[in-house]
């Protein structure tokens, strides 16, 4: 296995089996850091750089907060339009980051272009963290959403997991090339419009990724032992913010799930998981039903990047 220590987290498709369980055990090491609200003193000599040039509410906030329950310290930006990374200039990508590299020891990134971290990893002699590019990838939300699956059913292996969106959406990239490395079946449900591109099922495929492609979450559902969604009614990924219009589309039927759905045809012991935020494919009425872990997903987003944190600044080996 290779060493985590300075590494880049830039793509699942670079994990195998034995690094994701590496990553899980030390997360579960330092799980009782974030469960009782303490902080330790593991990267009191660390900083860490948050570099979004899209909105974030979990995915940043839960990065820094692993930071500082580390003992770390955190800078950065929220919003390029308040940079010269993002205002007229338009900096590019090389200047930016061979500039951010002398200010911390690692920098985590969300950007609107896809393939973005991958170029600011060539320029930055830190770590760089990809925190979702584009229509790319969002690792470290599938990583914390596997985390997730693992303490809820002690396995990764043996189950079916149904994906339930917009298959162009990075974290359904990230979670097939992920389920590569296990013992697992994916049921793929999205609009025609929206569905797997071909050159990404000839990743996959290369892979040995066991999946099929449905067309109504209704059918399947029984299927299924993790339910994995996603929008399709949602934003464009690759503009650096859009604002809401007067006009919001309602999601078809074939793609929301609903308390009756899962009393009527999901199984008993299957768990739903969303990274959020969530529009009407995911009422708030299946919030107080057995299968909802999305809020788990919150605190265990915190102790899965603790263990980031710590592997590839040298905390941990």
Request: glycine residues 6%.
């Amino acid at each position: 296995m290779r060493s985590f220590i300075g590494r880049d987290i830039l793509s699942l498709r670079d994990f195998s089996r034995d690094e994701f369980f590496r990553m899980f055990q030390v997360a579960d090491d330092l799980r009782p850091f974030a469960r009782d609200r303490r902080n330790t003193d593991l990267l009191k000599h660390k900083t860490l750089l948050t570099a979004f040039y899209q909105p974030s509410t979990r995915t940043r906030l839960s990065h820094e907060a692993a930071m500082h329950r580390l003992g770390g310290h955190v800078l950065g930006f929220s919003d390029s339009k308040m940079t010269r990374a993002g205002d007229f200039y338009q900096e590019s990508i090389k200047d930016t980051f061979h500039m951010l590299e002398y200010y911390a020891d690692v920098i985590a990134i969300r950007h609107f272009q896809q393939g973005a971290p991958h170029e600011a990893a060539k320029w930055a002699s830190v770590p760089v963290i990809n925190c979702g590019d584009g229509w790319g990838e969002h690792p470290t939300q599938v990583l914390t959403d596997l985390y997730t699956i693992l303490h809820e059913k002690g396995t990764l292996d043996g189950l079916t997991y149904l994906l339930v969106g917009d298959m162009r959406m990075r974290t359904m990239h990230s979670i097939l090339y992920a389920l590569s490395q296990f013992d697992a079946k994916a049921i793929v449900v999205g609009p025609p419009d929206m569905s797997l591109l071909p050159e990404f099922k000839a990743e996959i495929d290369a892979l040995n990724v066991d999946y099929e492609e449905a067309g109504d979450v209704r059918d399947v559902i029984d299927q299924a032992d993790i339910i994995y969604m996603e929008p399709v009614v949602q934003a464009d990924y690759t503009a650096s913010r859009e604002e809401r219009g007067s006009q919001v589309g309602l999601t078809p039927p074939e793609y929301c799930v609903t308390r009756e759905l899962l009393r009527d045809k999901a199984r008993r012991s299957s768990i739903i998981l969303h990274s959020l935020p969530r529009m009407d494919e995911l009422l708030p009425d299946v919030d107080g039903t057995r299968h909802q872990r999305y809020w788990a997903e919150a605190f265990n987003g915190v102790a899965l990047k603790m263990g980031m944190l710590a592997l590839v600044l040298g905390a941990a080996e």
